[in-house]
């Protein structure tokens, strides 16, 4: 049964001028596009085009599910360039792509600190601090991805010069501390509070059983902002469970060969090939799934919105619970069996045999009985 609740033009007619608000006007005003699309095969060579304020190249992409809480932009610094300094009543999380160059970052009171970066870097920028981004290579363009809660923000105020021009600091979020964006910070659980990764693709990760296939898992807390990420990865031959969450999830594949299955509730899956440098944004409640099907294991980062985070009441993500206990995380004894058979016919192709097997056995010894 079809499910995508499509009207007759005439109803959808009525709506339309909804679709509208301040930030899609101000991304025009901006001279960019918007990629309205859950899938992009590679941020590094997506189109962009010039964007005369910042001094670089962009495009931002958002899907509609997604576009009142989170948004996601890919920016370009030319070769021995660099962007216009800018600062923003909004938080902002940024992956290096390609290249390498440094950030300098300052607040009102002249407090500044400048740091380097390089492809797979990963930092936050603070809440309306000042900052410029500079490109460290003479003769290769850098570019880099990047989310930020600006959509409900500017919808809010609906005032850009108030978002991007209010002088005022925030000494809790970044008071110039000469170590803010040092390569450290402390673990909590499964949470890494941290200003700067130096390398996402290598980062140490925290055993996370709980997602399946063995995989490893770590946790962002960044500038002390609402926002969060995360990064994930999957050992050769397996893949994760299939969950599904709220909208405003960004995953990049940050290493590794493989597809993720999307699909809403009650149709069949969608099949979208990733490899290093591709978007996936799962649209609001579409069950997900992402498989490793290449010859090392596979990582993604996932750039979210708080609201991404369905919770249960003992503020665990319901996407970690499974579904015989009331989680929207999909059990593998529970799954397709289109999803085993897809996944054995793509190993094939690379002479890969799966190794879910154990992974299959050690679900059952603590499988919740069925509703």
Not at 212 to 226: D, L, Q, V
Request: hydrophobic share 35%.
């Amino acid at each position: 049964m079809a499910r995508d609740a499509l009207v007759k033009d005439e109803l959808a007619a009525k709506f339309v001028t909804e679709k509208d608000s301040p930030y899609t006007r101000w991304v025009a005003a901006e001279g960019l596009d918007i990629i309205a699309a859950h899938y992009v095969p590679d941020l590094r060579t997506v189109e962009l085009k010039p964007w005369a304020r910042r001094g670089g190249r962009g495009v931002f992409i958002n899907h509609e599910a997604t576009r009142t809480s989170n948004d996601c932009y890919v920016c370009e610094i030319p070769a021995g360039g660099k962007l216009a300094p800018q600062r923003q009543l909004c938080e902002e999380m940024i992956l290096i792509l390609d290249g390498q160059g440094s950030t300098k970052v300052w607040n009102d009171a002249g407090a500044e600190v400048t740091f380097e970066w390089q492809a797979g870097s990963l930092f936050a920028i603070p809440l309306n601090a000042h900052h410029q981004h500079f490109n460290g290579s003479g003769q290769k363009a850098a570019r880099f991805v990047s989310s930020t809660n600006l959509p409900p923000v500017l919808n809010l105020y609906d005032n850009v010069d108030f978002v991007f021009n209010t002088p005022k600091d925030f000494p809790n979020r970044f008071d110039g501390e000469p170590d803010y964006f040092s390569p450290k910070g402390e673990q909590k659980g499964l949470l890494l509070d941290t200003n700067f990764v130096a390398d996402a693709v290598n980062l140490p990760l925290v055993e996370a059983k709980e997602r399946g296939a063995g995989g490893g898992h770590i946790r962002f807390a960044m500038a002390k902002g609402s926002m969060n990420s995360h990064i994930s990865q999957f050992p050769v031959g397996t893949y994760k469970k299939g969950h599904r969450h709220g909208p405003g999830a960004h995953v990049i594949i940050l290493s590794g060969t493989g597809y993720s299955l999307m699909w809403p509730e009650g149709e069949e899956p969608r099949r979208y090939e990733w490899g290093p440098g591709t978007l996936i944004v799962p649209p609001n409640m579409w069950f997900h799934q992402h498989f490793n099907v290449g010859l090392e294991p596979a990582r993604y980062l996932a750039f979210k919105h708080e609201v991404v985070s369905v919770r249960n009441a003992q503020g665990v993500p319901k996407a970690w619970i499974s579904q015989r206990v009331g989680g929207d995380q999909i059990d593998y004894a529970d799954e397709s069996t289109y999803v085993r058979e897809t996944f054995r016919e793509a190993l094939a192709k690379y002479g890969i045999e799966p190794r879910m097997d154990k992974v299959y056995a050690a679900e059952l010894e603590t499988l919740p009985p069925k509703p």
